[in-house]
């Protein structure tokens, strides 16, 4: 059967098919529209992120390449130390790069104490697919204040004596990491010295002291120095770590070249970070020895406590003789991500002319807090107040204790 659909009906069906099609069309172009004019409108009153003072603080120090040691290019400044007891030191030096990671730098320092430097190096490090690091230098120092007090653990203050040693030094090394952790180093020079008399407010040396109160006395001695290492070493870097350890024994032998007599110089060293809280608190813990062997030294090469990096409640190199042993544990928080950290420390050290003389009773300890500018890789200003028997005793660092 045949129906048929009057004409005026087929046009309502079809104009009612278009609507029921388009509105739904029309509707969703309307939501995106009022959309894209909403975003529009905020957009007018949006503002880019402004960093407050603090983080624009830690921004700037972490976009100073020269800060981290790794990362020098160009022209930079330099506060790392002349020598032991210089004190504050300022220098500036210039990196060149000869590949991607090779370069050569040539640079100078002077301290406040007048302690001088002048050095050139040179460096292929990353070779043998990162597992080679080659390294050469070439310099002069003038140290015009070098401590002396004597042998052993019952000195004093007032036994201070310094020593003015001008050096000249060519060395080549290599280090070698054949496994992940594990790393091995060699090292070449040619070092000699030069013995004037002391500077500064105290006498110098050869006032007070002769050959046998201190060994080697004006020698003026030359040596090829041998040295050899071995150790673990997993910390996140070598100029600031949170986490890891480093475990390091070496050797150093003294061949003289001319009529002086040879040694050697033997030391372990052990640093462990042990975080806490992820980290918002660190025990970190430091030990070292160090034996003359095989020999006697001249008296400013003998193993010494007392600096930055040792016991830091008394003067550099306030304690001296053929062995040294000593431990520091330091407890740091780290309030926020502003590149700062805080430590409560306690550091304990004796020294003995014997290893088996290294006794409890002439242990020397002190104690103090310090404060810490950092960035990820590197130690920018260290600054510790530490109590010791002999008075408090402020340090300045441009580098971590340990």
Do not use: C
Not at 24 to 51: D, N
Not at 112 to 140: C, H, Q
Not at 199 to 215: H, K, L, M, Y
């Amino acid at each position: 059967m045949n129906v048929t659909v009057p004409r005026r009906a087929w046009r309502a069906v079809t104009v009612a098919t278009l609507l029921a099609i388009a509105t739904p069309a029309s509707a969703q172009q309307t939501r995106t529209e009022a959309i894209e004019q909403a975003q529009a409108e905020k957009s007018k009153v949006l503002k880019p992120y402004v960093p407050n003072k603090a983080e624009k603080i830690l921004e700037l120090v972490e976009s100073r390449a020269w800060l981290d040691p790794n990362f020098l290019h160009g022209f930079y400044p330099t506060f790392a130390s002349v020598y032991p007891g210089g004190g504050f030191t300022v220098g500036a030096g210039v990196r060149k790069y000869t590949g991607y990671y090779s370069h050569m730098d040539l640079r100078g320092s002077w301290s406040f104490a007048n302690y001088k430097l002048i050095e050139a190096s040179a460096a292929a490090p990353r070779m043998a697919n990162g597992k080679l690091d080659l390294t050469g230098r070439v310099g002069w120092r003038d140290a015009t204040q070098i401590p002396y007090h004597g042998l052993g653990a019952n000195t004093t203050e007032d036994d201070r004596t310094n020593t003015r040693i001008n050096e000249t030094y060519v060395e080549g090394a290599a280090l070698y990491r054949p496994r992940k952790r594990l790393f091995l180093r060699g090292l070449a020079a040619y070092e000699a010295y030069n013995e004037r008399e002391g500077q500064g407010n105290v006498p110098s040396v050869e006032e007070r002291f002769d050959a046998t109160t201190a060994p080697r006395l004006g020698e003026d001695p030359r040596f090829m120095h041998l040295q050899g290492q071995m150790g673990l070493d997993w910390l996140d870097s070598p100029f600031y770590s949170r986490r890891g350890g480093y475990y390091r024994l070496a050797y150093n032998e003294y061949l003289s070249t001319g009529d002086g007599e040879n040694f050697g110089i033997a030391t372990t060293k052990l640093v462990q970070h042990i975080p806490i809280l992820r980290e918002t608190w660190v025990v970190s813990l430091h030990g070292r020895t160090e034996s003359v062997v095989n020999g006697t030294a001249p008296y400013f090469f003998m193993p010494y406590l007392g600096d930055g990096n040792t016991l830091r409640g008394y003067s550099t190199a306030r304690f001296r003789d053929n062995h040294t042993a000593m431990g520091s544990a330091e407890l740091r928080w780290f309030p926020n991500r502003l590149g700062i950290d805080m430590a409560l420390f306690f550091d304990a050290g004796t020294v003995a002319a014997e290893f088996d003389k290294l006794a409890w009773r002439d242990l020397k300890t002190d104690y103090g807090v310090g404060i810490r500018f950092h960035t990820p890789g590197a130690t920018v200003l260290r600054l510790d107040l530490a109590k010791g028997d002999e008075g408090l005793r402020f340090v300045f660092s441009t580098s971590a204790p340990f």
